[in-house]
């Protein structure tokens, strides 16, 4: 089946404006995560859901941060009055939780560039 | 503070010997392991997952977990020139997975033909 997607792939933005980036988990999965990776850095964990709630909002960055899930599928992390250090590339990843593995799928990526 | 540590390499392996990586974590409640390949550009793709102590193989790689000394370690068997990426390791500290993989920055990994 298809896997996790995530649109855009790649999003330049100016200093100060607002950016959505979208995930689509694979079909099934009602866990969703989202990561963050800066260049040549790990990953940081950012917000994870279960369902459509996000038990926890702790490893969001700042207010300007924000996510959200709707029909236990597609997820959207917004980023508010973006600045440079914002760029990275942020990663989404789902899992099933029927399976007793917690194994995590990743998509794609949205490149973000802050210029 | 959650922490996994790896050393970034580069590591040079020749082609058709084991490679070897490992990594240790810090938080004792961690219950679940994951080595992830990123290839440069790419997304991390997951390679094996390890969650009791002892080994874990599936074709050329092998997972070993030891929770006593908070290692983790991953063996490439046979290694090929694609297996040249970046490898991540990640733990998990939570059993119902409520929370995010904590990661390393990740060895790179150069197999020489």
């Known amino acids: 089946g298809a896997g996790v997607s995530q649109s855009p792939s790649n999003k330049v933005t100016e200093k100060g404006k607002d950016v959505e980036l979208r995930c689509d988990p694979i079909?099934?999965?009602?866990?969703l995560y989202w990561y963050r990776q800066r260049l040549g850095q790990g990953l940081e964990f950012l917000i994870y859901f279960q369902g459509n709630s996000a038990p926890d909002k702790s490893g969001l960055p700042s207010d300007r941060f924000s996510a959200e899930r709707t029909g236990e599928s597609v997820s959207t992390l917004t980023i508010q009055r973006t600045q440079q250090e914002d760029s990275a590339v942020y990663l989404c990843?789902?899992?099933?939780?029927?399976?007793?593995?917690?194994?995590?799928?990743f998509g794609p990526g949205t490149r973000l560039t802050v210029l | 503070q959650k922490e996994v540590e790896q050393n970034s390499g580069p590591l040079s392996v020749p082609e058709g010997a084991i490679a070897s990586l490992n990594c240790t974590y810090s938080d004792r409640g961690s219950q679940s392991f994951f080595w992830y390949r990123q290839y440069s550009g790419k997304s991390p793709e997951l390679i094996m997952s390890?969650?009791?102590?002892g080994d874990k193989e599936d074709g050329r790689f092998t997972a070993q977990l030891n929770k006593a000394s908070q290692y983790v370690s991953l063996l490439i068997r046979d290694s090929q020139p694609s297996d040249s990426a970046t490898y991540l390791c990640a733990s998990m500290y939570s059993g119902g997975g409520a929370d995010g993989l904590t990661f390393g920055k990740g060895t790179h990994l150069i197999i020489q033909p």
């Open positions: 079909s099934g999965h009602t866990a």
């Open positions: 390890i969650y009791s102590n």
């Open positions: 990843a789902s899992r099933s939780t029927v399976s007793s593995y917690n194994e995590q799928f």
